[in-house]
Each structure stands twice: as structure tokens, then as C-alpha cells.
């Protein structure tokens, strides 16, 4: 079994290959804020500091983070952290090569609009909209101001993420460092990393980034991380039926617990058919949610901000825009009085 530091050479061998291969194009570099991603933000400065005296470079590299704008609140922090620390190392390394692109959803497709204006239902496993609007669409865009030829995406995907991945990118052919993914050049230089790989590298003096990946170290449960497998996203993700994440984050801060019985809540006014209003198509089935429905997830931001100072929304509150579509959301519900109080406790 190859010892890590011939994996980080076999990686940046591999890189060094793709500037010999597709020279003069852009990378851009998927960065979720997670081991993965951080890790192969390591792995390209360390390939700067190998490079910096050859003429042969990428034409940019630009880390794009879609803030879905309802992380996990611990994880956003540390990932926004993490491309600002970043971006001040590169560039005392090239100025102006790397830059940081955060991608946020659509005008009126973030989460909440999408519950509350339009009505649509919690997300679950067969109707993942979440995926579509706050992720995808996103990133879609931003690709599209680029010609398909003029880039590579860099990603930290690997084999040894999951057996379902495994069978998932076998199936695609997506075994080696570089593969042609739907008409797009994809290179994933720790494809043939193990979890144990990750940790040991980014913890490692080879990693410029290692002071602010202690607070991800722990994040990830420490020294039991290699045995709580946690996975993290959204804390409203309802497409999840236990979060191990907003679980384990319980246990350190009470907030965590709270935010982790509001998704809960979520998902609840999805199933319960007093919140849905009812279409026709053969047979009745549920639809979007009713009136009372949209008052009730208005109600758990009412109380975020109330109670929590707004904990789980900083997205929402530090944006102009959302902090107003946010207020006029709560007047709408406050209109309803007397009703309030039963919205609110039930």
C-alpha cells in the first residue's frame, strides 16, 4: 500500500501531467468547505510552491463555493474562513492567479422562497429540489460563462468516499485521475486517496491551511472521526432521515439541538395534510403547502430570530435583500393575530 507522501507525489505528478496536457486552462475547484475539497486546495498550493519557478501554469484558478445559504453554521464559518486564508497565501505565492467565486441560488430560490413563496414541501428522497435550485443551477450558470474547452474542474471526490459512490463512479468510468464527465474534463487527484490519507495530510506541516483545519478536525468528531462517518450539508436537509452531523453538534452546543427539532418540524408540516392543499390528477394527491402551512415554516424563522438571534439564518441576515424578504415574511405572519401563539407552540 503506497505510503501518503508517495500518494501527495503521485497527485501532484498527476497535475503537473494536466498542464502538459491541456496547457492554458482555467481550473476551476469545487470547494464545499469539507476534509475533501480543503485537502485538494493543499494539494494545488503545495503544486504552486513546486512550480513557481517554471512558466508552465494553469491560465487561473478559481475556487468556487455554492453557499446554499443554509449550511450547517459551524461549517460555513469554516469554510468562508478557509478560502480567505486561502486566497492571502496564493497570492503571496502568484497575485492574481487564484481567485474565490461564492455562488448563492437564484433570486427567489433560496430555500425559504421556495417554501414559503412558491409553497413547495420539505424536500425528501424522491423529490430533491434542494439539490436542483440551491446547488446545481448555481453552478450551471457559472460554468456556462465559459467555454466548455477553456476549463478543467478540479474535484475531491474519491473512491474510498463510500460504497455507494464507488458503484456510483465506476458506473460513470470514473476510476482515474481524468475522465470526460458529460462533456466536461474532470480531474480528481485523490481519487485513489483513503479517508486516513485526507486527515493525515491536511493535519500534516505539508499543509499551509493545517491551523484552521483543526477547528474542521474537531468538527469532524476528532479522534473518533473515523467512526462517526459524518456527512455534512444543510441543516434544514430533510432528504437525510437521521443527521449524524447536526447530531453530534448537539452534544457541544444546545443550539444545535434546536436546529436539529426545527428541521424535524420541517419535514412534519410536509406530511401533514392540514398544511398541503390537494390537486386532482386520477386520483386527490398532496400538493403545495396551504396558507397555514407557509405561516408555519414562517413561524420557525420567527422563532430562530426571537429566541436564537437568529442562529441557522446568518446567510439571511447579513444579505440586505434576504433580511427584508425575511422581515416581510414575519409581518405577514404577526398579520394573523390572534392566530400567532397557536402557530407558534403546538
Known sequence: MMEIQEKINASLADLKHLISLKPKRIWIVGFS??????????????FLEHVKDERELPKRIIIVYTDTLV????????????????????????????SVRILKPKAGEDFFSMMIEKGYPAPHYRFRWCMDRLKLKPLQRFLSTFDVN?????????????????????????????TNYKGQLLAAPLINW??????????????????????????????????????????????VRRDRALSFLSLRDPKYKILLRFKEELRSIATNPKFREFRAEGRWKYGRLNRRGRLRVISILYKLLVNECGFGLEAYTSDEVLYSKLRSWICDLLKESPSVPNLLYY
Open 194 to 239: 483513503t479517508t486516513d490519507d485526507v486527515w493525515s495530510f491536511v493535519l500534516s506541516k505539508d499543509c499551509p491551511l493545517r491551523d484552521n483545519l483543526r477547528t474542521l478536525f474537531n468538527l469532524y468528531g476528532g479522534l473518533k472521526l473515523n467512526t462517526l462517518n459524518l456527512r455534512f450539508g444543510c441543516w434544514v436537509c430533510t432528504v
Open 150 to 178: 477553456d476549463y478543467v474542474i478540479i474535484s475531491g471526490i474519491r473512491l474510498d468516499e463510500s460504497s455507494k459512490r464507488r458503484s456510483l463512479m465506476k458506473k460513470r468510468q470514473q476510476t482515474s485521475f481524468l
Open 33 to 46: 468547505g469539507g476534509k475533501d475539497s480543503t485537502a485538494v486546495l493543499c494539494l494545488i498550493y503545495k
Open 71 to 98: 449550511e450547517i453554521p459551524a461549517m460555513r464559518e469554516q469554510a468562508l474562513n478557509t478560502l480567505r486564508t486561502f486566497k492571502e497565501i496564493c497570492d503571496d505565492i502568484f497575485e492574481g492567479l487564484v
